[in-house]
C-alpha cells in the first residue's frame, strides 16, 4: 500500500513538472477587444458627458427609435417608404445628437486644457510631487475638468498607484489631448528628469497655439456645414409637408416612388457627406488609448 501512495506522489509531481513547462493560454474573451464601433461609440459618449451609458444602450436606443417612428408614421400616413425614410432619421438622430455633444465638449475642453498644463507646471515648479500637482486640479483646475481629476485623486488615495490611476483617469476624460497629457506624466513619473517644467510649457503653448488656429478655421467654415444641414433638410421637410396631402402621398406608394426616395435619400448621403468632408477640419484621434 506503501509503494502505491509514493507512486501516486511520485507521478503527480513528475505530471506538475511536465505541466509547468507549457505556456498557458489566456482566455480569449477576456483579451479580445471590443469592436472598433464599440470604442468609438463608448468615446464619443463619454467626451458627450453620457459616461454612464453603454455603446450598446445607444444602439438599442437607435432601433427602438426607428421602430416607433416607423409605426407612427407608417399609421398616420400609410405609405411604407415614406416610412421607412423618417424611421432612418430617427434611427440616426440619437448617434448625431451625441456626435454634436461630444464635438462641442471636445471644442471647449480644447481651450481649456492649457489652463490645467498651466496649473500642474506651477504645483510642480512649487514643489509639489506629481501625484500632489495632479490632484489639486479638483480644486484649482477648470471648473469642467474638476470631477475628473476629483476622482483621480481619489483613486490615488486609496490605492497609491499613480500608473493604474492614470489609467483609470485616461478612460474618464476619453480626450486625446489628455492622453498626451497623461503619457507625459507618465514618462516623467517612470524616468524622472528636471526636463518635466519644459515638457509642460511646450505642451501648454502648443495646445494654445493649436486651439486658436482650430477656432479660426472653424468660423470661417461654419457656413460650409451649415449649408450642407439645411440643403439635406429641405428636401425632407417638404416630403414631411407633402406627406399632409392624401393625394400626394399616393404617388410614393408604387415602385417607382419607391425609386425616387432612394434615388434622394442616396443622393443627399452622399451630398452631405462630401460637404462635411470638405467643410470639417479634421478630428484628433485617440492613439494613445
Not at 469592436?35 to 455603446?55: H, K, N
Not at 511646450?202 to 450642407?228: G, I, K, P
Not at 399632409?244 to 425609386?259: F, H, I, N, Q
Request: net charge positive; with cysteine.
Amino acid at each position: 500500500m506503501t509503494g502505491v501512495v509514493l507512486g501516486l506522489v511520485f507521478g503527480t509531481g513528475l505530471f506538475l513538472i511536465w505541466w509547468s513547462f507549457w505556456v498557458r493560454e489566456q482566455d480569449p474573451d477576456r483579451t479580445k477587444e471590443p469592436p472598433r464601433l464599440i470604442r468609438v461609440l463608448r468615446d464619443e459618449l463619454v467626451q458627450a458627458g453620457f459616461a454612464s451609458t453603454s455603446a450598446r444602450t445607444l444602439l438599442l436606443g437607435c432601433a427602438a427609435a426607428f421602430v416607433l417612428v416607423f409605426l407612427l408614421v407608417y399609421a398616420v400616413v400609410g405609405v411604407l417608404p415614406i416610412a421607412l425614410c423618417f424611421a432612418l432619421m430617427a434611427a440616426w438622430s440619437p448617434y448625431a445628437v451625441v456626435r454634436m455633444r461630444a464635438r462641442q465638449r471636445r471644442g471647449r475642453l480644447r481651450d481649456l486644457w492649457p489652463d490645467a498644463v498651466d496649473n500642474i507646471t506651477s504645483a510642480v515648479r512649487a514643489g509639489m510631487s506629481l501625484p500632489e500637482a495632479v490632484s489639486q486640479l479638483a480644486h484649482r483646475g477648470p471648473e469642467e475638468l474638476r470631477p475628473a481629476f476629483a476622482a483621480f485623486a481619489q483613486d490615488y488615495r486609496v490605492s497609491g498607484r499613480f500608473q493604474d490611476s492614470l489609467d483609470r483617469l485616461k478612460a474618464r476624460l476619453s480626450d486625446p489631448v489628455a492622453d498626451r497629457l497623461i503619457e507625459s506624466l507618465r514618462i516623467a513619473r517612470e524616468v524622472g528628469g528636471s526636463d518635466l517644467g519644459r515638457l509642460l510649457r511646450t505642451l501648454s503653448v502648443f495646445l494654445r497655439e493649436d486651439a486658436r488656429t482650430r477656432a479660426e478655421l472653424e468660423t470661417r467654415q461654419s457656413w460650409t456645414v451649415n449649408a450642407a444641414r439645411l440643403a439635406v433638410a429641405a428636401p425632407w421637410l417638404i416630403l414631411a409637408m407633402l406627406s399632409t396631402r392624401p393625394e400626394s402621398v399616393a404617388a410614393y406608394s408604387s415602385a417607382r416612388g419607391a425609386l425616387v426616395l432612394v434615388a434622394g435619400g442616396i443622393v443627399t448621403g452622399i451630398a452631405y457627406w462630401l460637404m462635411l468632408r470638405i467643410g470639417r477640419l479634421p478630428e484628433d484621434e485617440r492613439v494613445l488609448r
